[in-house]
């Protein structure tokens, strides 16, 4: 009878301890969907109050809140929890708010490697990663204090140092997409600006070719770069280089890469070109300046391009002269395959990578030093590359590298 009553006992111990752990894991998923929640809600806040000064010609907010999506559930290392993502509208553009913290179809949270630098550039401190990641990923993240997190971070530290060091003598890149992105240090009192190389190589794919600091984005600080990328074994130029209007990198290029030809980002053109109007008139221009890059050739671009000089030189020469100045260099993309345009009319490669990054939350006030900076968003661009998409029609790069002519997209007859 006492052995029937011990493993009756066992069994109900047994029981009550499968309760209890599908209790606490149900406790943990609560705790992990409301942090979650918070944030999205505190996200798109954040959103409608930048848009906040904005209105319509009849006098309501021009980015109003818009409801929540259909519930979707996001797997972690707890199990699924449900997510209501609120919305946002542009009544004037007509797009809807992307999150940043939960893409549109992110079904899973990532692993810990590529969640801890974005929860630290995100504005959560070492000390708090530990309890964040418990809550998101449940017992993969056990073990992860403060101290074991300085530690990982000393050890991406060697890996960018031991990457930046890298043979580059069997690369070739046909498209280089470069630009400066800026961050706030703590124990610096200068924003520090972090240069930025992404290629695109022989069979289409993206990658992270160099990134490291630099004294503004100065003709010294890119020559530096381009030329350690060559000391490296980079035999080979790139065909096409975008990047914004920053005069240095165009300097450094001329004189490391010469016969690298030029493309403007028509992103960033466009921004500086409406910020010399008046709100009144930048929707009117922003059409007209989209119809030039979006023509379907060269001829009808210039055309596009001479109507807004027409149409803005009187009232807003400013405007026109930041268009003007670049105009030789705007239009490259027409001679290269029409597949790729959409790539490289603008850096939007670099663009969307680091659009998280640059709305990291004021309260930190930046990483600690330069170099956890540098550490830091080196392993945010290392989680991003796994998911970059191939180059539409990447089997013609082979005809740019072979020096092939296109005109308007499409390849010259022979």
């Not at 406790?27 to 942090?35: E, H, K």
């Not at 809807?96 to 550039?121: A, C, E, G, H, T």
């Not at 008139?281 to 671009?301: R, V």
Request: proline letters at 3%.
């Amino acid at each position: 009878m006492r052995d029937t009553r011990d493993c009756t006992n066992q069994i109900v111990d047994e029981q009550a301890k499968k309760a209890f752990n599908g209790t606490f894991e149900e406790v943990l998923r609560n705790g992990a969907r409301r942090m979650l929640q918070a944030a999205l809600e505190h996200e798109i806040a954040e959103h409608v109050k930048k848009y906040s000064p904005m209105v319509m010609e009849d006098g309501c907010q021009q980015v109003v809140r818009n409801g929540y999506h259909k519930e979707r559930v996001v797997t972690t290392g707890l199990g699924g929890i449900e997510i209501q993502q609120p919305r946002a509208y542009d009544r004037k553009s007509k797009e809807s708010f992307v999150s940043r913290l939960l893409p549109k179809y992110m079904r899973r949270v990532p692993s810990i490697d590529n969640l801890v630098p974005v929860l630290y550039l995100r504005g959560i401190s070492t000390g708090d990663v530990q309890g964040a990641l418990e809550a998101l990923l449940g017992e993969e993240a056990r073990g992860l204090s403060a101290t074991n997190v300085v530690r990982l971070k000393q050890v991406w530290e060697q890996e960018y140092k031991d990457w930046n060091k890298r043979d580059l003598s069997g690369k070739k890149y046909v498209y280089f997409w470069v630009d400066g992105i800026y961050f706030n240090v703590r124990l610096d009192e200068e924003r520090q600006c972090i240069l930025i190389i992404i290629g695109a190589t022989e069979d289409g794919q993206k990658e992270l070719v160099a990134i490291r600091d630099g004294y503004r984005e100065s003709k010294q600080s890119w020559s530096e770069i381009l030329r350690d990328v060559k000391a490296r074994g980079l035999k080979y130029a790139p065909h096409l280089i975008i990047g914004d209007g920053a005069l240095g990198i165009w300097s450094a290029v001329n004189e490391v890469f010469p016969d690298a030809r030029h493309q403007r980002c028509w992103v960033h053109k466009t921004a500086n070109i409406l910020d010399k109007m008046p709100r009144s008139a930048q929707g009117n221009a922003k059409t007209m300046i989209h119809d030039m890059y979006m023509a379907e050739t060269k001829e009808d671009a210039l055309k596009a391009y001479d109507l807004f000089m027409h149409t803005y030189g009187a009232k807003y020469p400013k405007a026109c002269e930041c268009l003007e100045k670049d105009k030789e260099v705007l239009f490259t993309f027409y001679d290269f395959p029409a597949e790729h345009w959409t790539h490289i009319r603008t850096t939007n490669p670099i663009e969307s990578t680091f659009a998280t990054v640059r709305l990291r939350t004021n309260k930190t006030k930046g990483c600690g030093s330069r170099i956890a900076t540098l550490t830091m968003v080196f392993k945010l661009v290392q989680a991003a590359e796994k998911h970059w998409y191939r180059l539409r029609g990447f089997k013609l790069l082979s005809l740019v590298m072979q020096g092939k002519e296109f005109v308007d997209g499409i390849l010259k007859a022979a």
